[in-house]
């Protein structure tokens, strides 16, 4: 899940809790048809891959995906928030060149009491990066004070004004030695509203209770909390869930349907919600929900999208101001008929209405071989409005071995460009962390006007001994990068330099009129 932008509506985009479908909804399509493929410019040129993860020299390391963002006023920095999941510690890795070599900080965004951050939910990001107002970083991440995956996750929000080189870090959720019921939080996104005299921070996580099967508590829950300083302090959290009234008949008995993984973003419009499945008989294909609220959180509207596919996964959402007075908003996701077959499809959807209506999916996978999985998609807006999406992909076939492909879009996700293969070599996943468990997180990419900065897993320096999951990165890059923080700062101190020289000229004019004169009245 991933958040990127936040406007004047906050949105909640999660996973439908029971994956039924209308009956005969408009727009449902369980094979979407390919979307318009044709040039958006130039290509970019893929730059030389770099191990991102180069501070760390424990052969054991094993790093979990990647979330990162470019700084939108300095293209020569870029950040990651990653986690290895040997340690179970989080760590912000920084760029300062525009990608061409990274650093792990010192500082952590947890707490001592609660220094350990990974969760045991396959496709989750293990943290979540958005910017405030003036550089403000934040990070938000679970909360642990043993590493034991089987002790309760609380929920941290970390915020940093210098790039992560010192954190300040609030308790959103505290779970620590609950046990009446056990809960266990999964964090899941963050989003920043940097409208109004503080930032409105928004934190949303997948609350569940685990070795309860009956009552309120077995039922999984999604949640946000509100922080309206800064993310100093938290109000409650609030369930999104008993504000859905999308009831679907499944073989003629109703099912309310609830959200998983709750994903923020906002713009002036509504955001989706895609579900992973509970399996149930005669479960038609899987849905979209939107859930939007006007008043910072302490309601929701919760309505079904009209596209759906047979299997849905890792949805990611982001909104660009582009594309009309309410902007847009977009959607990408992992659907196919039959993902235990291995067919799976990278989808995308939008609205440009403020969510009041939807295009159809359509795939951004280019490739027609068949029973091909493309999984986990990650997705960014450029400040240009270019639209980054990156994924996972199976279609060299060179067994258990994906590549990173990528596809951008400049007219708002209406056309993309032929895909692009942006990894050097394909990644063997036969080691590493996920070659023995379900930890699979989506790549990262960072959207500046000059780039796309790319992340991913990576085990080319792993034996089976070591089983090494390090992070590598390069750029799809568009143009040359600034060399200084800004492009305008050159030009300023030009214009400032060019003033003071023809002040001193002007000056020294004046000086020597002041002389003449002078010479004259004593003649």
Same mark, same amino acid.
């Given at each position: 899940?991933?958040?990127?932008?936040?406007?004047?509506?906050?949105?909640?985009?999660?996973?439908?809790? !029971?994956? /039924?479908?209308?009956? &005969?909804?408009? &727009?449902?399509?369980?094979?979407?048809?390919?979307?318009?493929?044709?040039?958006?410019?130039?290509?970019?040129?893929?730059? /030389?891959?770099?191990?991102?993860?180069?501070?760390?020299?424990?052969?054991?390391?094993?790093?979990?995906?990647?979330?990162?963002?470019?700084?939108?006023?300095?293209?020569?920095?870029?950040?990651?928030?990653?986690?290895?999941?040997?340690?179970?510690?989080?760590?912000?890795?920084?760029?300062?060149?525009?990608?061409?070599?990274?650093?792990?900080?010192? @500082?952590?965004?947890?707490?001592?009491?609660?220094?350990?951050?990974?969760?045991?939910?396959?496709?989750?990001?293990?943290?979540?990066?958005?910017?405030?107002?003036?550089?403000?970083?934040?990070?938000?991440? $679970?909360?642990?004070?043993?590493?034991?995956?089987?002790?309760? $996750?609380?929920?941290?929000?970390?915020?940093?004004?210098?790039?992560?080189?010192?954190?300040?870090?609030?308790?959103?959720?505290?779970?620590?030695?609950?046990?009446?019921?056990?809960?266990?939080?999964?964090?899941?996104?963050?989003?920043?509203?940097?409208?109004?005299?503080?930032?409105?921070?928004?934190?949303?996580?997948?609350?569940?209770?685990?070795?309860?099967?009956? &009552?309120?508590?077995?039922?999984?829950? @999604?949640? !946000?909390?509100?922080?309206?300083?800064? &993310?100093?302090?938290?109000?409650?959290?609030?369930?999104?869930?008993?504000?859905?009234?999308?009831?679907?008949?499944?073989?003629?008995?109703?099912?309310?349907?609830?959200?998983?993984?709750?994903?923020?973003?906002?713009?002036?419009?509504?955001?989706?919600?895609?579900?992973?499945?509970?399996?149930?008989?005669?479960?038609?294909?899987?849905?979209?929900?939107?859930?939007?609220?006007?008043?910072?959180?302490?309601?929701?509207? !919760?309505?079904?999208?009209?596209?759906?596919?047979?299997?849905?996964?890792?949805?990611?959402?982001?909104?660009?101001?582009?594309?009309?007075?309410?902007?847009?908003?977009?959607?990408?996701?992992?659907?196919?008929?039959?993902?235990?077959?291995?067919?799976? $499809?990278?989808?995308?959807?939008?609205?440009?209405?403020?969510?009041?209506?939807?295009?159809?999916?359509?795939?951004?996978?280019?490739?027609?071989?068949?029973?091909?999985?493309?999984?986990?998609?990650?997705?960014?807006?450029?400040?240009?409005?270019?639209?980054?999406?990156?994924?996972?992909?199976?279609?060299?076939?060179?067994?258990?071995?994906?590549?990173?492909?990528?596809?951008?879009?400049?007219?708002?996700?209406?056309?993309?460009?032929?895909?692009?293969?942006?990894?050097?070599?394909?990644?063997?996943?036969?080691?590493? !962390?996920?070659?023995?468990?379900?930890?699979?997180?989506?790549?990262?990419?960072?959207?500046?006007?000059?780039?796309?900065?790319?992340?991913?897993?990576?085990?080319?320096?792993?034996?089976?001994?070591?089983?090494?999951?390090?992070?590598?990165?390069?750029?799809?890059?568009?143009?040359?990068?600034?060399?200084?923080?800004?492009?305008?700062?050159?030009?300023?101190?030009? @214009?400032?330099?060019?003033?003071?020289?023809?002040?001193?000229?002007?000056?020294?004019?004046?000086?020597?009129?002041?002389?003449?004169?002078?010479?004259?009245?004593?003649?």
């Amino acid at each position: 899940m991933a958040v990127r932008a936040l406007g004047r509506w906050l949105v909640v985009a999660s996973t439908a809790g !029971v994956m /039924a479908a209308f009956a &005969g909804v408009a &727009g449902a399509d369980t094979a979407a048809t390919p979307a318009t493929f044709r040039s958006q410019g130039p290509t970019p040129r893929v730059t /030389a891959a770099v191990r991102l993860t180069k501070d760390e020299p424990a052969p054991t390391r094993a790093y979990s995906g990647p979330f990162m963002l470019a700084d939108p006023d300095n293209p020569r920095v870029i950040v990651a928030a990653t986690a290895d999941l040997r340690t179970r510690v989080c760590y912000l890795l920084r760029s300062s060149d525009a990608g061409r070599s990274w650093r792990r900080l010192k @500082a952590l965004p947890t707490t001592s009491a609660l220094p350990f951050c990974t969760s045991a939910n396959g496709g989750v990001p293990e943290a979540q990066l958005a910017w405030g107002r003036n550089h403000t970083l934040y990070y938000a991440l $679970n909360g642990q004070s043993s590493g034991s995956l089987r002790t309760s $996750n609380s929920v941290l929000l970390a915020r940093s004004t210098n790039l992560g080189d010192t954190w300040s870090t609030t308790v959103v959720d505290d779970n620590e030695g609950k046990t009446d019921p056990p809960t266990n939080d999964t964090v899941s996104s963050v989003a920043v509203d940097t409208e109004g005299p503080a930032d409105t921070v928004y934190v949303g996580w997948f609350e569940a209770h685990p070795g309860v099967t009956t &009552g309120p508590n077995s039922v999984p829950q @999604a949640m !946000v909390a509100r922080s309206s300083d800064g &993310g100093v302090t938290f109000a409650s959290p609030v369930d999104v869930d008993p504000f859905s009234q999308v009831n679907l008949d499944v073989n003629g008995t109703p099912h309310r349907l609830v959200m998983y993984f709750p994903v923020l973003a906002a713009g002036h419009g509504v955001v989706e919600a895609i579900g992973y499945p509970i399996e149930i008989t005669g479960t038609p294909p899987q849905q979209l929900l939107a859930a939007r609220s006007t008043d910072q959180g302490k309601t929701w509207t !919760v309505s079904a999208v009209g596209v759906s596919a047979k299997q849905i996964y890792w949805p990611v959402a982001s909104w660009s101001p582009k594309g009309g007075s309410q902007g847009t908003f977009l959607v990408a996701y992992q659907g196919g008929v039959n993902q235990q077959q291995g067919e799976a $499809n990278i989808l995308f959807v939008r609205s440009t209405d403020g969510g009041a209506s939807w295009s159809p999916s359509v795939r951004l996978d280019d490739d027609q071989v068949p029973l091909v999985t493309h999984f986990t998609p990650q997705i960014d807006v450029a400040p240009n409005g270019r639209v980054d999406v990156v994924w996972y992909d199976f279609r060299l076939q060179q067994g258990f071995a994906p590549d990173l492909y990528y596809t951008h879009s400049s007219d708002n996700g209406a056309t993309w460009s032929p895909n692009q293969r942006l990894t050097d070599r394909s990644i063997d996943f036969t080691l590493g !962390v996920s070659a023995n468990s379900d930890v699979r997180q989506p790549p990262g990419v960072a959207s500046a006007d000059q780039y796309a900065a790319v992340g991913w897993t990576d085990t080319r320096l792993g034996t089976p001994e070591t089983q090494t999951q390090d992070l590598f990165g390069d750029l799809a890059q568009f143009s040359a990068i600034p060399s200084s923080k800004s492009a305008t700062l050159p030009v300023l101190a030009s @214009a400032f330099a060019g003033l003071l020289v023809a002040g001193v000229v002007l000056g020294a004019i004046a000086v020597s009129r002041r002389r003449k004169g002078a010479a004259a009245g004593a003649g």
